[in-house]
């Protein structure tokens, strides 16, 4: 049985693991064993987008001054985790920042109402 090779077309009596005349890989196996040269890279823009998640962020850290930019901090950071693989540690970042930053208050709050219940039963 003549093999024929598939890159120069030099013809074989038996089908070895390379062609004799050009190199080419033949059996399925020694094929699967050469690395290929073209990776197709999964079509990657320029400069990955990652705008919401840095406004989130910067929205997040705004809200340490301006506490109300925490909740468009937070919106922003969720719709970046969402959108953006390349600015997740950016929108995470936000996310985490504003929810302690919106947090934060409720507690203080829920604490002083408690502290000041404790106390109206203690003096009554
Ligand atoms: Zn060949």
């Excluded at 890279?41 to 930019?69: D, N």
């Excluded at 604490?111 to 203690?122: E, F, H, Q, T």
């Amino acid at each position: 049985m003549i093999e024929r090779c598939p890159r120069c077309g030099w013809e074989m009596e038996k089908k070895g693991k390379f062609c004799p005349r050009c190199g080419q890989a033949l059996a399925e196996d020694a094929v699967r064993a050469v690395p290929q040269t073209y990776h197709p890279q999964y079509p990657y823009p320029e400069r990955p987008k990652q705008t919401y998640s840095m406004v989130g962020f910067g929205l997040a850290l705004g809200g340490l001054i301006i506490w109300l930019l925490t909740i468009p901090g937070l919106i922003f950071g969720i719709l970046g985790l969402k959108q953006e693989p390349a600015g997740r540690s950016y929108a995470k970042a936000a996310i985490w920042i504003s929810s302690v930053l919106i947090a934060l208050p409720i507690l203080v709050i829920l604490a002083a109402l408690i502290v000041a219940m404790v106390a109206a039963n203690y003096y009554a």
